[in-house]
């Protein structure tokens, strides 16, 4: 067989290119640092997209993993495996949850959630298939994920998509009421925090309509927390702060401590409609993967490290308040905790490239937002040195 040649083993030469990226690889982490080849330090103010809540390193997740790791990597789930059962009785204690169904990222959760919700309606009606979702969200990258999440760019060149799913306008009551009506309508899927669309909250008002719609028509209401769950926003769910309870809630990215790991949580009457052999998963539930699940559940459920959140999402968000003033091309500073985003009036993508050139990481979310989403375990020292980084490039470039 002919060898390749050396230049196709170049980063760029062995990936199929579904991400713009460049420099030097990753090699190491620790705490809110992070390494490259070359041993440049980078803040990072990305947490591997939402996924180290714990930062790097975290000593309590090593050693979780590490004694699991020992003990056993993979059973089948075929088979009941002891972390699986107490990270599920974690997920249960600290929601309105009573049943888990354990996977390996969000967009698999999702993917479970609108299957279980579909299972349940059709109890009712085989016609009853239909999906709700809304303009700038982002609930994955498979079919049924994609199809649901409402942004066109991600659509294209992937049809025909599956049938069923429609969407409305966010935080639009009218416009949500409109489509609804339309349809028998199996979920209605909501990130109640946007994160990847740009940052964006969802009214009181609107979640309560959803709710009580949902309510009246036997709707399947799925809150996408994958983002904004885990203590991100100062409280374990988002949807503890809104005031509104799914039916159905999908996790992922920080609740394996930077394993794969996702989950969805429902009540009893969503599971009840669900048999064995309707879903399943070999990887999903992995046990270092839960083990891990419970150290970041314990770690992040605990009042005085929500607290610590909340304390310093709203340090970070008076600090990037200051620099709107300053910079006119800061249109707005957005979201909760530390979950917050700053929407420019142009393309942020140089400011971006040179925060990372200067060792700040942070990431876009959709067309002119940038967000902030450190590590949990994030000082104030921190959040001190990436302003100090952020308003040196924007005094550089704006
Ligand atoms: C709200 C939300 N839902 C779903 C997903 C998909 O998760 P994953 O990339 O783990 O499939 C993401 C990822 O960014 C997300 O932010």
């Not at 809630?249 to 394993?259: C, R, V």
């Not at 048999?275 to 150290?295: E, L, Q, R, Y």
């Not at 937002?369 to 924007?394: S, W, Y």
Request: charged share 20%.
């Amino acid at each position: 067989m002919k060898t390749k040649d050396s230049t196709e083993m170049t980063p760029d030469g062995l990936f199929v290119p579904t991400y713009k990226r460049g420099g030097a690889p990753i090699v190491r982490g620790a705490g809110m640092y992070l390494y490259d080849s070359d041993g440049k330090e980078f803040l990072d103010f990305g947490a591997g997209i939402a996924v180290n809540a714990l930062g790097y390193g975290h000593p309590a997740l090593l050693e979780a993993m590490k004694d699991q790791a020992w003990q056993l990597i993979h059973a089948s789930n075929l088979y009941h495996s002891q972390p699986q059962i107490d990270f599920a009785a974690r997920l249960v204690k600290h929601s309105f949850a009573s049943k888990v169904f354990l996977c390996n990222s969000g967009t698999e959760a999702n993917e479970a959630a609108i299957k279980f919700a579909r299972k349940r309606a059709a109890k009712i009606s085989s016609q009853r298939y239909h999906v709700l979702s809304f303009s700038e969200s982002f609930h994955g990258r498979t079919y049924g994920s994609l199809s649901a999440t409402a942004q066109p760019k991600f659509h294209i060149g992937f049809g025909p998509l599956p049938a069923g799913f429609h969407y409305s306008q966010f935080n639009d009551i009218q416009s949500a009421k409109a489509k609804l009506d339309e349809h028998d309508f199996a979920a209605i899927i909501v990130e109640p925090l946007q994160a990847e669309g740009g940052v964006n909250t969802a009214d009181a008002d609107f979640l309560q309509f959803l709710r009580e719609y949902a309510t009246a028509h036997s709707i399947a209401l799925i809150f996408d927390e994958i983002q904004c769950g885990t203590g991100r926003t100062g409280s374990l769910w988002y949807y503890e702060q809104t005031g509104v309870v799914p039916d159905i809630m999908t996790l992922a990215k920080p609740i394996g401590g930077g394993m794969p790991l996702g989950a969805v949580l429902c009540t009893e009457e969503t599971a009840a409609c669900v048999s064995p052999g309707d879903h399943g998963t070999t990887f999903g539930g992995n046990p270092v993967a839960c083990a891990m699940g419970s150290c970041v559940i314990d770690t992040v459920s605990d009042p005085a490290f929500l607290k610590k959140v909340r304390d310093n999402g709203e340090y970070l968000k008076n600090k990037l308040e200051e620099l709107r003033p300053k910079f006119p091309s800061i249109r707005s500073v957005r979201g909760h905790g530390l979950l917050l985003g700053v929407r420019f009036k142009e393309d942020p993508g140089q400011v971006i490239e040179a925060c990372k050139n200067n060792g700040l990481l942070l990431i876009r979310a959709n067309l002119n937002t940038i967000r902030f989403l450190p590590p949990l375990i994030v000082e104030t020292e921190h959040i001190d040195k990436a302003i100090n980084i952020f308003e040196g490039v924007l005094k550089s470039l704006m």
